[in-house]
């Protein structure tokens, strides 16, 4: 039984590069979030995760405790079950299409609806993202940076501010929060008062020339 986060098991020859040449010997494991729900699944289902299959490589490894709550636990554990111990493939960046289908490639379209999905409540969804590196995803983890920045890139430059707030719960963008408004209000003023002050800088230049010239 392994408690949080074992760390890597490493070796003279190769480190961590020789953990993920391994085979993990497929058997029934439980994964177990960290307020008590309980996920049996494949040991090479969850070898996906690099930190879980490090601890697999011991076999008698049937549980394993992980700092994370049931419902991002079940998220991880829907993407290992459909992948079935492989990983998803790194996408090509700079991301091209605001279509997650399009940017993951072809064999692929079930993670560009599963990232969609997940991404529409977006406290839950970075929850997911963290997961991802703590228990190192590479796959999933940079699907959901390709979500982000699809995302960003194309949405209005209005709503930069707007598109990645954690409140949204349903995809939907919310109204701008007070505090927000407050903000750019307090930069426009920033603004206007720089490029006066430095409207008058230049005048006051000028003036001096004029007069060094008479």
Known sequence: ??????????????????????????????????????????????????????????????????????????????????????????????????????????????????????AKNRKNFYDMLLATVRLDIKGLQNLGVGKIASLLKFCDASDLDRVLDPAISDGKLLPLRPSIIEDRKKDEAERLKKREERKKAREAKEAEEKKGKK
Not at 27 to 44: H, N, P, Q, V, Y
Not at 51 to 78: A, C, H, N, P, R
Not at 101 to 109: H, P
């Open 1 to 118: 039984f392994f408690l949080v986060s074992p760390e890597p098991e490493m070796s003279a020859e190769g480190g961590l590069d020789e953990v993920d040449k391994k085979e993990i010997a497929d058997r029934e494991i439980t994964l177990i979030s960290g307020d008590g729900k309980r996920f049996t699944i494949s040991a090479k289902y969850a070898s996906i995760s690099a930190m879980i299959k490090t601890s697999l490589l011991d076999q008698d490894t049937k549980e394993i405790t992980l700092k994370l709550t049931g419902l991002t636990l079940s998220k991880i554990v829907k993407y290992m079950e459909n992948r079935k111990g492989v990983d998803m493939e790194e996408m090509k960046w700079p991301i091209k299409h605001k279509d997650m289908k399009d940017n993951v490639g072809k064999g692929n379209e079930w993670c560009a609806e599963f990232i969609d999905e997940e």
